[in-house]
Every structure is written in C-alpha cells, then in structure tokens.
C-alpha cells in the first residue's frame, strides 16, 4: 500500500510517501505561511524522487489541527480533492499525534497566539482531549501531566524533545473518514481566521 502523508497546519510542512508502512522519502521543512507556496513543488519532487504518480497513491494521512486557520486547510483541501477525484482512502491525526507519536507519555504545546496555547497529554499517541489554555495555565496542565514535553517549550521557559514528523506519521493510530465531504478542521478557536 503506498500511503501519502500531508501536514501544513503549523510551522512546518511535511509530506511523506510510504510504502507499506517504510518511509520511501520525505521532507519536514520550516515553511509557516508558505505552505502553500511550496507544498505542490515539494510533493511532485517526491514522487518524482520515488518514481511514482498520483494514480499509484492508495492512501493520504492529513492532520486535522488544531493549527493556524489557513494552515490546516491546505494539506486537508488537497487531500479531499485527491481521494474524492481518485477514490482514494483518506486518514485523519491530530497536530498533537504527530508532534508527539507513539511516547508512552507525552505533552504538546503549540502556541496559538494572543498568549494562548494548545495541549495535549497523549498516552502511546492517544489523547483524551485537546484544548486551549491561556498561557499562565501551562505550568498547571504541566504539573498535572507529567510527560515528555514536545512543541512549543519557549511558552514554558522549557526546551522541548526534537519529533520525528515522518516516523510519528506512519505509526501513530489514524482515523479513517467515511465521509470526506464532512471533514472539518479542528480550529478550536472561533476567530482564529483573524489572529494569523
């Protein structure tokens, strides 16, 4: 089965191609606001790299967020585009999922703006919820959670575990969406489309 992963709803933007679970080459690159700039260059230089085509994809793995408003909608547009055009399967994780894979136990914090954040405890890559705290509330969640600490650990004068996007991607367990036409955006916040 060759799986395509797509993320572009934070900093970065990473694509993946696998094979069976084997990662056949990826890229995780700095690109906030550029991603959608760059995610068709780098996605056809991948299956350029790998010599495959769009039409050999079985499956695409997205996140859902949360993230940045527009982030989160690029990699997910095309993901709808694609398997609804080429009936392909597609799959659904948390930004939380991927920054923190399959750690026993594990926090994310990513920063959401106007002194808020959003977090996660995850346990072997589940979580029982996702919210957002402001950020005088980190050090609490923190206390209450104790955890390897991936994301953003600036917000908490930590220094936060390096994640493996591309590993984390395959590994972690996905959602399969039934419908792709209902697929919605995690967003969290109401007005995030005005604080980008």
């Known amino acids: 089965m060759i799986s395509l992963c797509m993320d572009s709803a934070y900093k970065n933007l990473i694509l993946g191609i696998y094979k069976d679970d084997h990662l056949l080459d990826g890229i995780s690159i700095e690109a906030f606001k550029k991603q959608s700039e760059t995610i068709f260059v780098e996605l056809n230089k ?3 790299k790998v010599n495959l085509d769009y039409k050999d ?9 949360p993230g940045s408003y527009t982030g989160i909608r690029i990699a997910m547009t095309i993901a709808k585009v694609l398997c609804t055009q080429m009936k392909k399967e597609l799959h ?3 930004t939380m999922q991927l ?13 959401a703006r106007s002194k808020r954040a959003y977090v996660a405890h995850l346990q072997s890559g589940i979580s029982d919820k996702i919210e957002i705290l402001e950020v005088n509330q980190l050090n609490d969640f923190l206390e209450k959670h104790p955890g390897t600490l991936y994301g953003d650990g600036y917000l908490v004068n ?3 575990e390096k994640s493996d996007f591309l590993k984390n991607f395959i590994q972690v367990p996905s959602v399969k ?3 792709i036409h209902a697929l919605v955006p995690q967003y969290l ?8």
């Open 158 to 160: 930590q220094t936060e």
């Open 92 to 94: 659904c994780i948390s």
């Open 57 to 65: 994809i079985d499956r695409v793995i997205i996140t859902d967020g």
């Open 177 to 179: 969406i039934e419908n």
């Open 99 to 111: 920054y923190a894979g399959m750690d026993p136990e594990a926090n994310v914090i990513l920063d």
């Open 189 to 196: 916040k109401e007005s995030d489309a005005y604080k980008v």
């Open 46 to 48: 991948l299956l350029k």
